[in-house]
């Protein structure tokens, strides 16, 4: 394997840019590049993308290529990507190895989530930014309900030691997260491991799931709303289903609240991110409804917490219900104004802004 990643490093390096991926050119001389290699074009997973891109035109799928990740024939992904929002990934391979999960989470809260480890990876993959890969991420940018989606949890855990440990240590009350404070990465793998099938999970459940309303929640702070909704059913889930196993389930949910209400809140500042945007309305809303405390600089969890997440929950649902009577764009804006409500929005600025107190903490901690 080790001449095919460095095969794949040379060729990656020579490609043009990546708006010109999908010419008939550049398909043409990858192929020939891809073909011409003894130890390339003998691993199955080249072969795929050289049976897609010999007659890729724009619309296709990557038959052959999501065929044989979503049958996972060998633990490759080989292709070509184009994902704005992962700029290193052009052609790309890594080998990966999946991770053990509780039978009745698998079950009962199936999707198609992959949480894997890489074992190996070109430059794309190792870029640090790169935490998932998802159907649409390749060339054709489609995604079909079979398509496989992949979460790098090595990298999950590596952004947790680097940036949640550090902000729990600094800004919360000492025993707020007592499986996760100073835990081992086995125990965060298996919490993030958990994180992730509940969030995709999610995704794909209640009235307004994605990717059906994908265009009405696309704009940022509602992408935003839609990213908590997920994660705060995920975190009670972890609190209510008594025949998941408790320590794992707990560990699980403090590890979702965490990052949520902690990582998150740092990012993009000055300028937030969808996910940001989420943290401060989680953050705003748990402080004006009891749920969380902000004293002397310290953040202290209250007893009613959990009550509050699921009221915090039940405000959305009632909303999104009401997508089976009314319009979209009505339910839209409801949703809107409903993240607005616990968000700080600067008209001159045109964007979002950030806790004070957060960008402080992120400034003194250098995360």
Same mark, same amino acid.
């Given at each position: 394997?080790?001449?095919?990643?460095?095969?794949?490093q040379?060729? !990656?390096?020579? /490609? #043009?840019e990546?708006?010109?991926?999908?010419?008939e050119a550049t %398909?043409?001389? %990858?192929?020939?590049?891809?073909?011409?290699? #003894?130890?390339?074009?003998?691993q199955?997973a080249v072969?795929a993308?050289?049976? *897609?891109? !010999?007659s890729f035109?724009?619309?296709?799928?990557?038959?052959a290529?999501?065929?044989?990740? +979503?049958?996972r024939?060998?633990?490759h992904?080989f292709?070509?990507?184009?994902?704005?929002y992962?700029?290193?990934?052009?052609?790309d391979y890594?080998?990966?190895?999946? /991770? #053990?999960? *509780?039978?009745?989470?698998?079950e !009962?809260?199936?999707s198609?989530?992959m949480?894997?480890?890489?074992?190996k990876a070109t430059d794309?993959?190792r870029?640090?930014?790169v935490?998932?890969?998802?159907p649409?991420?390749h060339?054709?940018?489609i995604q079909q309900p079979?398509?496989?989606i992949f979460y790098?949890?090595?990298?999950?855990?590596e952004?947790?030691n680097?940036i949640?440990?550090?902000?729990?240590d600094?800004v919360m009350e000492p025993?707020?997260? @007592?499986?996760i404070?100073g835990?081992s990465?086995?125990?965060v793998?298996l919490a993030?491991?958990?994180?992730?099938?509940l969030?995709?999970y999610?995704? !794909?459940?209640g *009235?307004?799931?994605?990717?059906?309303?994908?265009?009405a929640?696309?704009?940022? #702070?509602?992408?935003?709303?839609?990213e908590?909704?997920?994660?705060?059913?995920?975190?009670?889930?972890?609190?209510? *289903?008594?025949?998941?196993?408790?320590?794992?389930?707990m560990?699980a949910?403090?590890?979702?609240l965490?990052?949520?209400?902690?990582?998150y809140?740092?990012?993009?500042?000055?300028r937030p991110?969808?996910?940001a945007?989420?943290?401060q309305?989680?953050? +705003?809303?748990?402080?004006?409804?009891n749920?969380i405390?902000?004293?002397?600089?310290k953040?202290t969890?209250?007893?009613?917490?959990?009550?509050?997440?699921?009221g915090?929950?039940?405000?959305?649902?009632?909303?999104?219900?009401?997508?089976?009577?009314e319009?979209?764009?009505?339910?839209?804006?409801?949703?809107?104004g409903f993240?607005?409500a616990?968000?700080?929005?600067?008209p001159e600025a045109r964007?979002?802004?950030?806790i @004070?107190?957060?960008?402080?903490?992120?400034q003194?901690l250098g995360?």
């Open positions: 394997m080790e001449q095919v990643f460095a095969e794949i040379e060729i !990656r390096q020579t /490609l #043009p990546r708006a010109m991926f999908r010419e %398909l043409k001389e %990858l192929s020939r590049r891809l073909e011409v290699s #003894p130890s390339l074009r003998r199955p072969q993308l050289l049976e *897609d891109v !010999r035109r724009s619309g296709d799928r990557l038959e290529v999501k065929e044989h990740i +979503n049958t024939r060998d633990n992904i292709s070509l990507f184009d994902a704005s992962f700029p290193a990934l052009g052609l890594l080998t990966y190895e999946t /991770l #053990p999960t *509780d039978p009745h989470l698998a !009962r809260y199936a198609n989530t949480p894997v480890n890489i074992t794309g993959f870029s640090r930014v935490v998932a890969l998802f649409e991420n060339i054709d940018g079979e398509d496989l790098f949890i090595d990298k999950f855990v952004r947790h680097r949640t440990r550090k902000m729990i600094a025993g707020s997260f @007592p499986r404070q835990a990465d086995k125990t793998e993030c491991s958990w994180w992730v099938r969030h995709e999610h995704h !794909r459940h *009235d307004m799931p994605i990717p059906d309303f994908l265009s929640k696309k704009i940022k #702070p509602l992408a935003g709303l839609e908590l909704r997920v994660d705060v059913s995920g975190m009670l889930v972890c609190l209510q *289903d008594e025949k998941l196993p408790r320590e794992e389930a560990t949910y403090e590890f979702m965490a990052e949520r209400l902690l990582r809140a740092v990012e993009g500042i000055p991110n969808y996910d945007v989420a943290s309305l989680l953050f +705003n809303y748990l402080s004006e409804h749920g405390r902000l004293a002397n600089g953040i969890l209250l007893p009613g917490l959990p009550g509050v997440l699921a915090f929950l039940n405000e959305i649902e009632r909303i999104e219900s009401r997508i089976h009577t319009p979209v764009d009505a339910v839209k804006k409801d949703l809107l993240t607005n616990y968000t700080v929005y600067d964007d979002y802004q950030h @004070p107190y957060f960008a402080e903490i992120k003194r995360v």
